[in-house]
Every structure is written in structure tokens, then in C-alpha cells.
């Protein structure tokens, strides 16, 4: 789901009634190109993410990420990334790949198995071996 920052608590509430437990930011279209903003959206976003323990599902290009990577890594609630952030094979053992590794080990940034023929076999390792004791009930 996405927020448009205009949603109240009460709406907030009610879409956590009905199952909502995460909230989607697709940096890869806008604030890619702003730090700054883009931080300061991950910010809001995770700080409303916090008070219902959601978690942050974040869309961004790894360069993006690379650069966010203590933004991130600074969350009081878990980043889930879209698409794997659309790392390639191509990104293997390059920064970027260096900064979502580091984000999956740290426990901050949660696994989502998909898109398997793009991802590195790196990726790949470090969202299956993350501890099931991180793992966050609905």
C-alpha cells in the first residue's frame, strides 16, 4: 500500500483492521535523484510505519539504495525491498550489491524471494539464511 501522507490515524487504524502491514515507497520513479527528499520520505514513512509495527517496502535502483544504506540501516522498523531493488547478475561483488548484503545481514532489510534469474546467488543467500527469530508475526 501507499501513502499519500494525508491518511489520519483513524484511517490508519482501519487499514491496519483489515490486514495492511507495510507500506510501499517507490523511489525508482521519483526522488531518485534527491537524497535529501527521498530520505526525508523514508523518515515519515517509517515513523508511521512504527507506531502499528509495519514494516517499510521500499522500490528504489541499488545506487539509490547504496546511498541510503544509513538511512536504512538507522530504521526503527524492518525494509522489505521491492523487486530486490532490481539488482542484476550484473551487480555482482559492485558497491551496490555490497550495501543491500549489508542491509540483509544487519537484520534491517527483510527477504522477499522473487524474481530469482535477475537477483545475484549472494542476494539470494543472504535473504534465506535471515534469522527466523527477526521474523515479524501479523
Not at 515513523?47 to 538507522?74: D, H, K, M, N
Request: glycine share 8%.
Amino acid at each position: 500500500m501507499q501513502l499519500d501522507g494525508s491518511e489520519g490515524a483513524a484511517e490508519l487504524d482501519r487499514l491496519h483492521g483489515l490486514g495492511v502491514r507495510g507500506v510501499r515507497i517507490n523511489l525508482h520513479r521519483t526522488s531518485a535523484n534527491d537524497i535529501a527528499a527521498a530520505t526525508a520520505r523514508i523518515d515519515t514513512t517509517a515513523a508511521t510505519c512504527a507506531v502499528r509495527s509495519w514494516y517499510v517496502y521500499l522500490f528504489a535502483a541499488p545506487s539509490v539504495i547504496a546511498q541510503l544504506q544509513e538511512t536504512i540501516a538507522g530504521l526503527a522498523v524492518p525494509m522489505v525491498p521491492d523487486h530486490v531493488v532490481l539488482l542484476s547478475l550484473e551487480d555482482r561483488g559492485r558497491a551496490d550489491e555490497g550495501a543491500m548484503l549489508s542491509l540483509f545481514e544487519g537484520g534491517i532489510a527483510w527477504g522477499k524471494l522473487s524474481a530469482p534469474s535477475v537477483t545475484s546467488p549472494a542476494i539470494i543467500r543472504a535473504k534465506m539464511s535471515f534469522s527466523l527469530q527477526r521474523f515479524h508475526p501479523l
